[in-house]
């Protein structure tokens, strides 16, 4: 059984949207501070938004637009942008692998340079950033 994913610090300053074209139910989404919302496109760079929500403005203050953020309650688990070779910095996770800090109790990407911090804060954030329908 596979976990939903989950972006983590390394992304901050990157985001370079590799994670956006794998993801095939395009619930992958960036903050677009002009409309207070998160917004997933189609294809990366390509204008066009596929799916978007409220942001919460007191969560999204955290990191605003520095990093992308996963929809849990739309990720399907399919595993594609936490395959190794998607994320430049090893940022995404699957919820079932998050390292929290143990050494003993995480699976961490080899290329992420936070690995052995406390990541478990990404996961319930990527819950908080998106607000509720009205
Ligand atoms: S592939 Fe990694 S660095 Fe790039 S946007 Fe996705 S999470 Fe961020
Ligand atoms: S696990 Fe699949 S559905 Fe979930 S965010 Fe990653 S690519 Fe999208």
Do not use: W
């Not at 189609?42 to 203050?61: D, F, K, R």
Request: net charge negative; hydrophobic share 35%.
């Amino acid at each position: 059984m596979a976990g939903v994913a989950i972006i983590t610090e390394a992304c901050i300053g990157v985001k370079d949207r590799a994670c956006v074209d794998v993801c095939p139910v395009q619930c992958i989404y960036e903050f677009d501070a002009a409309t207070n919302r998160l917004v997933s496109e189609v294809e990366a760079g390509s204008g066009i938004v596929e799916t978007e929500h409220p942001a919460s403005p007191e969560a999204i203050a955290v990191f605003g637009d520095t990093l992308l953020y996963v929809n849990l309650d739309e990720c399907t688990s399919c595993t594609a942008c936490y395959q190794p070779d998607v994320c430049p910095v090893g940022a995404i996770y699957s919820d079932e692998h998050l390292p929290d800090g143990s050494p003993s109790s995480a699976k961490y990407n080899a290329t992420d340079p936070n690995k052995g911090h406390d990541h478990t804060f990404f996961l319930q954030h990527s819950r908080d950033v998106f607000a509720s329908e009205p």
